[in-house]
Nanobody
């Protein structure tokens, strides 16, 4: 069974930084891509950043130049370095592991989310 666990969220001041981590565990052969999404109450979950094979990355326009996604394939872990956090950034941040291949399955898996709060 695949588990996706995020960590690193918390309270930070306006302009501060946080680093989120996402660890995927289980009998994993491969993970096609990993992404960070965020969601605020009453709104849909939106893509923040995504990293695919060969470290190809995509970012939401609102975070370009401030957030950086990276991945350690050997540890099945993705990171999101968030700098210059703004009052518009608070949300629950979710990690998505795409097309996770195990002996029994081949599917996407979501984590439970980690909250990020920015104080002004």
């Amino acid at each position: 069974q695949v588990q996706v666990v995020e960590s690193g969220g918390g309270l930070v001041q306006d302009g501060g930084s946080l680093r989120l981590s996402c660890v995927v565990s289980g009998s994993i052969f491969s993970i096609a891509a990993m992404g960070w999404y965020r969601q605020t109450p009453g709104n849909e979950r939106e893509l923040v950043a995504r990293i695919a094979r060969r470290d190809r990355t995509d970012y939401a326009d609102s975070v370009k130049g401030r957030f950086t996604i990276s991945r350690d394939n050997a540890k099945n872990t993705a990171y999101l370095q968030m700098n210059r956090l703004k009052p518009a950034d608070p949300a629950v941040y979710f990690c998505l592991a795409e097309r996770v291949a195990t002996p029994d399955s081949f599917k996407d898996s979501w984590g439970q989310g980690t909250p990020v709060t920015v104080s002004s």
